[in-house]
């Protein structure tokens, strides 16, 4: 079976937005600028790729609690395909990266990092045990927004 996986390296283009469902989960969504240099005929060319990306549950509140405009991310996610209606009645499709992990960049710079305690399904706090691997897929239908 194909895996759906990418990694991107880029710098944040706004700050994380903090929401939440109507059940009460928490969603960060935030974009980053991936750079790409390259050369023709000798000649250096720029191109900058931007990526809408989502993080779910505690990784998207720590996302908001950690990182800010400017920061250089590495980010570890899936891409979800997503279709929508313009005000216009125009239909498009958007694919978003919905992040597994997020991590600062050290290439060119340092971080310190803060364990937070870990939380139930019901948002309670939990002592000792190992971090999760990942939070899980929203529930079907449910919308941040």
Same mark, same amino acid.
């Given at each position: 079976?194909?895996?759906?996986? +990418? #990694?991107?390296? $880029?710098? !944040?283009?706004?700050?994380?937005?903090?929401?939440?469902?109507?059940?009460? @989960?928490?969603v960060a969504s935030f974009g980053i600028?991936?750079?790409?240099?390259?050369?023709?005929?000798?000649?250096?060319?720029?191109?900058?790729?931007?990526?809408? +990306? #989502?993080?779910? $549950?505690? !990784?998207?509140?720590?996302?908001?609690?950690?990182?800010?405009?400017?920061? @250089?991310?590495?980010?570890?996610?899936?891409?979800?395909?997503?279709?929508?209606?313009?005000?216009?009645?125009?239909?498009?499709?958007?694919?978003?990266?919905?992040?597994?992990?997020l991590g600062p960049s050290l290439r060119?710079?340092?971080?310190?990092?803060?364990?937070?305690?870990?939380?139930?399904?019901?948002?309670?706090?939990?002592?000792?045990?190992?971090?999760?691997?990942?939070?899980?897929?929203?529930?079907?239908?449910?919308?941040?927004?």
């Amino acid at each position: 079976m194909p895996d759906n996986t +990418i #990694t991107l390296v $880029g710098n !944040l283009t706004r700050d994380p937005e903090l929401r939440f469902t109507a059940n009460g @989960r928490a969603v960060a969504s935030f974009g980053i600028a991936v750079g790409r240099r390259y050369q023709v005929n000798g000649e250096w060319q720029e191109q900058t790729s931007y990526f809408n +990306i #989502t993080a779910w $549950g505690q !990784l998207g509140e720590n996302a908001a609690a950690s990182l800010s405009k400017g920061a @250089r991310i590495v980010v570890t996610g899936r891409l979800e395909q997503r279709e929508y209606t313009t005000r216009e009645g125009d239909k498009r499709t958007a694919i978003d990266v919905i992040a597994d992990e997020l991590g600062p960049s050290l290439r060119w710079a340092t971080a310190q990092v803060e364990r937070t305690p870990r939380q139930d399904g019901a948002g309670k706090k939990s002592g000792g045990g190992t971090s999760p691997s990942g939070e899980a897929s929203p529930f079907e239908g449910e919308e941040p927004f």
